[in-house]
């Protein structure tokens, strides 16, 4: 589904992804591991059109990507979370997932005056959607709390709630589960595993915790100093002497 080509996004003279290439296979929960300051979240924020590639290609399905920005990776269904969850404070768990969907016909005043029977009519169908993204992550019993109530891991489970309100292709995870505790994280990793079993979502993910990774995903990628160190099961990766070496000399 995806393929990068020897892609670069220096910072200054610093290197942060210094030509990294590797492919995403449909259908795959592929894990990408490394060291800090490997180029991971660097290399998912190129990807997902945050930050311009100081060179190289980005393809989705055949198709050259690179550097187009979020929103038009949204609309294609390529969408990422954030390694710090940005959700909606104030608003309820329910009230933020129905803000994901853009497009909607109550954004402009002049929609707003002529159409109210459609936004309203879209409004019941966003709740639908969100109220079976609750029951899904099941996170229902939470629908009316404040998102800024919730704990780190519920957070997360939120991202992910939101990716579902969209029919996304391909999400892009950054660590979903650090600092969540084990419970959350094997709700959320259950919640990983239906999405790409029963919904066909293809995912990537940077995970630090080897246990969970070796648990969801095939293959695993490892990453070091900007570039592609190895690709293999999680047994595979384990063993390299390579990938070894790199996580004992940080
Ligand atoms: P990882 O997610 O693998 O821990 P990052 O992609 O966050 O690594 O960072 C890779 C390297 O790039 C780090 O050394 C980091 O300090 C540097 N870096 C990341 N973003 C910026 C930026 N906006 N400006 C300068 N350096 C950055
Ligand atoms: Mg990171």
């Not at 055949?62 to 038009?72: F, M, Q, R, V, W």
């Not at 950054?174 to 505790?181: C, M, R, Y």
Request: charged share 25%; hydrophobic share 40%.
């Amino acid at each position: 589904m995806i393929v990068v080509k020897d892609l670069h996004r220096h910072f200054g003279g610093f290197r942060a992804v210094d030509g990294t290439s590797l492919e995403i296979a449909t259908g795959s929960i592929t894990g990408l591991v490394g060291p800090n300051g490997a180029g991971k979240s660097t290399l998912f924020n190129v990807i997902a059109g945050v930050l311009p590639p100081t060179s190289g290609t980005v393809m989705m399905d055949g198709e050259d990507i690179t550097g187009l920005p979020p929103h038009e990776l949204f609309h294609k269904g390529l969408l990422r979370t954030f390694q710090i969850a940005h959700e909606f404070s104030s608003m309820t768990v329910r009230e933020n997932l129905m803000m994901v969907p853009s497009g909607q016909s109550g954004e402009t005043l002049w929609n707003t005056w002529f159409h109210r029977a459609r936004i309203a009519q879209e409004e019941r169908d966003l709740l639908k959607k969100a109220d079976e993204v609750l029951e899904f992550l099941t996170i229902d019993h939470l629908k009316d709390e404040r998102a800024g109530n919730l704990s780190g891991g519920q957070k997360k489970l939120l991202e992910l709630g939101r990716t579902m309100m969209v029919d996304a292709k391909i999400v892009f995870l950054d660590e979903v589960g650090a600092g969540v505790n084990r419970t959350l994280l094997y709700t959320i990793g259950d919640a990983i595993q239906r999405l790409n079993r029963e919904r066909g979502y293809t995912f990537c993910m940077i995970e630090h915790d080897m246990e969970f990774i070796g648990r969801l995903c095939d293959p695993v990628i490892v990453m070091a100093e900007g570039k592609v160190l190895a690709k293999g099961t999680i047994d595979e990766i384990k063993a390299n002497e390579e990938v070894i070496e790199a996580y004992l000399g940080t």
